[in-house]
Each structure stands twice: as C-alpha cells, then as structure tokens.
C-alpha cells in the first residue's frame, strides 16, 4: 500500500519570502506520479505542480518548485516569493501508473502567508 | 467552464436516511474517484472507478455505494447516513491512461447529517 506523509502540520512565512514544504511516501511501485495540491479556504482544490518518477529533472512550474529524491522517497515543495493568496492547505498526493491510478493525499500542511 | 460537476453543492439529511450524491464530467476521463473530506483533514479516497472497473478502499464502510452508469457520471450512495458521515464530499476524475495525468477536482458536496 502508499503512504503519504507531511510531517509539518502548519506552517507559516512572511510576504515576499520562501517556504519548502516536505512530504515523503512510501511504495515500492517503480512507475509513479506525485503532485502538490492547494486548497484554498472554502475553495476547490487545484494542481499546483506535478512530476513524474521516471524523470530525474524536478519540476518548476513559475515561483512554485520541487526536490524530488526518488531514493530518499522524499518530495519537497518550495515557493519561493511567497505570496499572500499562497494562504491554503497543501496536500502532496501520490498515483500509480499503469494499474488502478489510485490517488492517495497525505494529511496536508496548512500555510499562512503573513504581510 | 466547470469541468468536474456536483451536485448539490450543500445537502442536509436526516439521520439514516439515503442521500445520493452526483457528479458528471466534461474531460471524458477514464478514471473518477469520491473522496471524504472532514474539516482539516485530508481528503481520504472511498473508492474509485477506471472505466467500469470499481476498486473499493479496505475501510470504506459498507454504507457507502457508488455507481457509474456511463463514462460522464458517476453517484455516491448513502444508504443510512450516521452523524459521522457530515463532512464534505469531493469527486476527481483524471484521464488514467498515463502521460501527463492529474486529478481535476469538482467543488464538492458539504452533507450535513443531523
């Protein structure tokens, strides 16, 4: 079975600055997906930043990047000029490839950006 | 334009009455899954179809039924909601054939079990 887990419960940065959030999983598929989810309050969750395990390049996606470790199992998230609608629950999931495509969320980190 | 539908986006029922949850799909995905999602918990995966192949999660409560009469569509039964089953209710579909794949996720459900 895959474990996701976000050991950073909260977490909280100033405006302008940058904040990584950690995830590891566990699994002993080889082909994979990870992604970073955002869930604003009260609002739908969305794709933040997708990579793919076969890759060995980490994914970027604008002030939004990722260090992925494929042999630590460990997929970090960093936003860098963080800004105040960064403000939400992140969430890093993990799907199988190939198979049923179960997608599976760890507990999630909750981030507050401060002015 | 919404891609991944439910409906209601609230619903109130009455202990141990059925409720039926719906959510459609424009992405002509193969895959949709049903996610309970508690106040600031994680959503937690209740089952999920790639095609018309149903994959139960171990610890989803007998409760809880799903069908998906067509590709589009796709239900959350509740056969006798208890107290413990108000939270919000998400639905994801992705295209499930590899490449490039995500989840899209609709608004969700807020139930509320009184």
């Known amino acids: 079975a895959q474990t996701v887990t976000q050991s950073q419960p909260e977490m909280s940065v100033q405006e302008a600055e940058t904040v990584t959030l950690s995830c590891t999983y566990d699994?002993?598929?080889?082909?994979?997906?990870l992604f970073w989810y955002k869930q604003p309050p009260s609002r739908q969750m969305i794709l933040v930043i997708r990579q793919e395990a076969y890759k060995q390049q980490n994914a970027t996606e604008n002030r939004f990047s990722v260090n992925f470790q494929k042999a630590a199992k460990s997929f970090s998230l960093k936003i860098s000029d963080s800004q105040l609608g960064d403000t939400a629950m992140y969430f890093c999931?993990?799907?199988?490839?190939?198979?049923?495509?179960?997608?599976?969320f760890g507990k999630g980190t909750k981030l507050t950006v401060n002015p | 334009d919404a891609m991944v539908i439910q409906n209601p986006r609230y619903q109130v029922t009455q202990f141990g009455k059925p409720v039926t949850l719906s959510c459609s799909q424009t992405?002509?995905?193969?895959?949709m899954y049903w996610y309970q999602q508690k106040s600031s918990q994680a959503p937690k995966l209740l089952f999920h179809y790639y095609d018309k192949d149903f994959n139960n999660e171990a610890d989803t409560p007998d409760n809880f039924q799903s069908r998906r009469p067509n590709t589009s569509f796709c239900f959350l039964d509740i056969r006798s909601p208890g107290l413990g089953d108000t939270a919000m209710y998400l639905c994801?579909?992705?295209?499930?054939?590899?490449?490039?794949?995500?989840?899209?996720f609709g608004q969700g459900t807020r139930l509320t079990v009184v």
């Open positions: 699994t002993s598929e080889s082909n994979y997906y």
């Open positions: 994801a579909t992705s295209r499930g054939i590899g490449g490039n794949t995500e989840a899209f």
């Open positions: 999931a993990f799907m199988t490839q190939g198979g049923s495509e179960k997608l599976v």
């Open positions: 992405l002509n995905h193969n895959v």
